[in-house]
């Protein structure tokens, strides 16, 4: 079947870096999106890969390798406010159905 | 605020009971996505719409359906409904079918089934 596997939870200090990883089983993989959805909330785009490699916007950054069928969203100077869940997403063939992971729950400590 | 509008915000109903969901794209997007988010299944994709025609099937049931008016306006109709169907359920919209990477969600519309 099509999966995608991220961890559950992860926990991180402010100011840290954190790395939320997500690997996916798919027949006609088109590219990954990484949303966030805080609690109460609706999904956020924050960014999205097609090629391999590193995207980066601001704090955030996501990398995607297609030969391992692995990607993650990197999380730098983190903040209070970045507690929240993010799925990756993985789009199918670009005109196709759109699969979501189940989510990590990020806490972050002061 | 994302642009994308929903009603209503919270829907309480009984089983074997029929609903609609309305969402409103933001200006300009031609293509909208229903997602069903449930703690047990997470965020599960139903179905696209682009420009009035359907474009996209994910994991929708057949007592789902959905449709895209002229005015860009959509809306899922749940039937028959059952404790299951509980779950909170978005749209979301892009400019563009082939934008399926970039999408914006609305806030979201929180079903009850009793």
């Known amino acids: 079947g099509q999966s995608l596997e991220q961890p559950s939870e992860v926990t991180a200090v402010e100011g840290a870096i954190v790395q939320i990883n997500c690997t996916y089983q798919?027949?006609?993989?088109?590219?990954l999106s990484w949303y966030q959805q805080h609690d109460g909330g609706a999904p956020t785009f924050l960014s999205y890969n097609a090629l391999d490699g590193l995207e980066e916007t601001g704090r955030f950054s996501s990398f995607l390798s297609r030969s391992d069928s692995y990607g993650y969203l990197l999380l730098q100077e983190l903040q209070m406010k970045d507690s929240a869940s993010y799925f990756c997403a993985a789009l199918m063939n670009r005109d196709d159905k759109i699969i979501f992971g189940k989510g990590t729950r990020l806490h972050i400590l002061p | 605020d994302s642009g994308v509008t929903q009603t209503p915000k919270h829907l309480i109903t009984a089983t074997g009971q029929r609903v609609t969901l309305r969402c409103s794209p933001r200006s300009g997007d031609l293509s909208v996505y229903w997602y069903q988010q449930s703690l047990d299944q997470g965020l599960q994709f139903l179905i696209q719409?682009?420009?009035?025609?359907?474009?996209a099937k994910g994991n929708i049931l057949e007592r789902f359906s959905a449709q895209q008016f002229p005015d860009l306006h959509s809306e899922l109709n749940l039937s028959s409904l059952e404790l299951g169907d509980s779950a909170l359920y978005f749209c979301?919209?892009?400019?563009?079918?082939?934008?399926?990477?970039?999408?914006?969600f609305g806030p979201g519309t929180r079903l009850t089934v009793l």
């Open positions: 798919t027949s006609g993989f088109y590219g």
């Open positions: 719409y682009y420009n009035g025609e359907e474009r």
């Open positions: 979301a919209s892009s400019t563009s079918p082939t934008d399926t990477d970039t999408q914006y």
